[in-house]
């Protein structure tokens, strides 16, 4: 891992090549958004908010990062940190605000947010805020995260809703909390997309098409995730060559 300070930690992050640099102009503050899911798959919903969220919070970029084995899935069926990293890279290439990262993915043992946090912590000078963006129903559930505090000391956070979202859930429980949690809610339209939804879809055998850019829904066909139906698939490619 990079150290905390100087140039040695600037060196280590461009030849990681997947964490962006920031942090070199000492007379100003730089904002990392974090984008952090498991990513199961990635969708327009998570691109969209990512895209508000560098508008309205004014961050100098954000980072995808998908969950490495996450603590609170274990034993739940997840797609592997190499399909759903790939899948992140393919969406997020074409938009210059957003990196993609194998932080966690990369990482052994299981994930928790709090050690991802403190390790971004020590990369990147004083000078670079960081802002761990989310879905809202897991910003509820972080006063239950390990080391809550800790997670409240090293970044402000920003939880996405869906339109008609209940707020009171997540204000009460972060509200009641010992910890000083710093959180903005950012609602977004597009997140009555969800990853459930796609994988049903998939399994289904229906279409993804204005739900997840095309290169993640070929990266699903040809890798045959979520009992993708091939003969559709099949059928599809046809179409498009005898055209
Ligand atoms: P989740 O509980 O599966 O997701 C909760 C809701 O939030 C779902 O509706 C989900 O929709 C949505 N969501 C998730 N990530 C989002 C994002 N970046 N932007 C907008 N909506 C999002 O949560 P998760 O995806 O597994 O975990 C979210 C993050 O919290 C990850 O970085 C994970 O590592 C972290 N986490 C840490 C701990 C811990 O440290 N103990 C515990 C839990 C979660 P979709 O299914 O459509 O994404």
């Known amino acids: 891992m990079a150290d905390a300070d100087g140039l040695g930690t600037r060196a280590d992050l461009v030849e990681r090549g997947d964490l962006p640099l920031l942090g070199q102009d000492v007379s100003r503050t730089y904002r990392l958004g974090i984008m952090g899911g498991t990513f199961d798959p990635i969708h327009y919903g998570h691109l ?6 560098f508008d309205d919070l004014d961050l100098d970029v954000v980072v995808f990062m998908p ?5 609170f899935k274990q034993g739940r069926n997840v797609t592997s940190g190499e399909d759903r990293n790939a ?5 997020t290439s074409d938009n210059p605000h957003f990196v993609a990262t194998r932080f966690e993915v990369d990482r052994a043992g299981v994930t928790y947010t709090a050690d991802t946090l403190e390790l971004l912590r020590e990369i990147y ?10 879905g809202a129903d897991a910003i509820a559930e972080i006063v239950t995260w390990r080391e809550a505090g800790r997670i409240a000391r090293l970044a402000h956070l920003v939880g996405a809703t869906r339109p008609g979202y209940d707020l009171d859930r997540a204000d009460d429980l972060i509200s009641g909390s ?6 903005t809610y950012l609602e977004v339209p597009a997140l009555a997309i969800s990853s459930s939804y796609l994988r049903e879809r998939v399994s289904g055998g229906q279409s993804l098409r204005y739900l997840t850019p095309d290169s993640v829904t070929g990266y699903i066909h040809k890798h045959h995730l979520y009992g993708v139906v091939p003969t559709r698939y099949v059928s599809v490619l046809e179409e498009g060559e005898s055209s």
Do not use: K, S
């Open 48 to 53: 969209v908010t990512a895209e508000q969220a």
């Open 67 to 71: 969950a490495g084995r996450p603590a």
């Open 87 to 91: 899948m992140t890279l393919l969406a």
């Open 125 to 134: 000078p004083d000078n670079v805020e960081l802002f761990f963006i989310t």
């Open 178 to 183: 010992p910890y000083d949690f710093d959180v």
